[in-house]
C-alpha cells in the first residue's frame, strides 16, 4: 500500500488532485493515490531504477524512487486535457543533468502537445507547451543534490513556485491539448523524485506554500 499518513500527503489530498504519485512502491509502477485509478502503466528502458530510497519529507518513512540513464514511468493517456487552470508540483533531488530540456513530468506528448515541468543544464525549470513554445526559466536555479518542492500552475500566467514561495512567472503561451500519455522522468537525468501532483486547478500561493509547510 501506498503511504499515506504524512501530514504533506494529507494537505496535497485535500486539495483534490486528479493523480498523486507518491513513490513509496518498493518495485514495479507507482500507484495512484488521488483515489481516480491513474496508476503509471509502463517504464520505458534504461539502466536505473533504485526503489525505497531515502525522502524530502521530515517523517522518517518518506521514500523516494532515483532514476537514471532512460528509465521514466509513462502512462498510455494524459491526465488531464485542460490546457488552463492547472498545476503540476513534486518533490526532487537532482544529482546531474546531461542534456538541455529533460522531463521532470509532462503531461500530453512533449513535442507536439500537452505541457509539463524540463529542467535544464543550469539546474532551472521552466515549462513546455509542446509544439507551441518553451517558457521562461524559473528565476532561482534548484540546488545540485538537495531536495526542493517545485510547482508550476497555469492560470492565463504560468508561475513557478520552488520551496513553497513564488519563483518567475514564463509567459502567457496557451498549450495544445493534451493528446497522448504522461510521462515522469526523462533520460538525461538523474534525480530522486517523489509525490508527483497534477491538479485541475490553479492552486493559491497559500495552497502551495501550505503543502511546502506540512512537509
Not at 137 to 155: D, G, P, Q
Not at 183 to 207: C, F, K, N, P, W
Request: one cysteine or more; proline letters at 3%.
Amino acid at each position: 500500500m501506498p503511504f499515506r499518513s504524512s501530514s504533506y500527503a494529507s494537505a496535497v489530498l485535500a486539495d483534490t488532485p486528479v493523480a498523486y504519485w507518491q513513490y513509496q512502491e518498493c518495485s514495479g509502477m507507482p500507484i495512484d493515490s488521488s483515489g481516480n485509478s491513474r496508476d503509471m502503466t509502463s517504464v520505458t528502458s534504461g539502466v536505473g531504477l533504485a526503489y525505497r530510497q531515502t525522502g524530502a519529507l521530515s517523517d522518517v518513512r518518506d521514500k523516494s524512487i532515483f532514476q537514471i540513464g532512460g528509465s521514466a514511468f509513462e502512462r498510455s493517456s494524459p491526465v488531464s486535457t485542460v490546457t488552463n487552470g492547472f498545476t503540476l508540483e513534486m518533490w526532487v533531488k537532482v544529482e546531474l543533468v546531461t542534456n538541455n530540456d529533460q522531463i521532470l513530468i509532462y503531461n500530453g506528448n512533449s513535442g507536439a502537445d500537452g505541457w509539463g515541468v524540463l529542467i535544464d543544464t543550469d539546474f532551472k525549470y521552466q515549462y513546455l507547451a509542446g509544439g507551441v513554445a518553451f517558457g521562461t526559466a524559473a528565476t532561482t536555479a534548484l540546488t545540485v543534490n538537495t531536495w526542493h518542492h517545485i510547482a508550476l500552475k497555469r492560470s492565463t500566467t504560468w508561475t513557478y513556485y520552488l520551496d513553497g514561495s513564488p519563483n518567475g512567472t514564463g509567459g502567457t503561451t496557451t498549450p495544445n491539448t493534451p493528446t497522448t500519455k504522461t510521462r515522469a522522468g526523462d533520460g538525461s537525468v538523474q534525480r530522486y523524485q517523489s509525490h508527483i501532483a497534477i491538479y485541475e486547478a490553479a492552486l493559491t500561493d497559500a495552497q502551495i506554500a501550505a503543502h511546502y509547510a506540512a512537509a
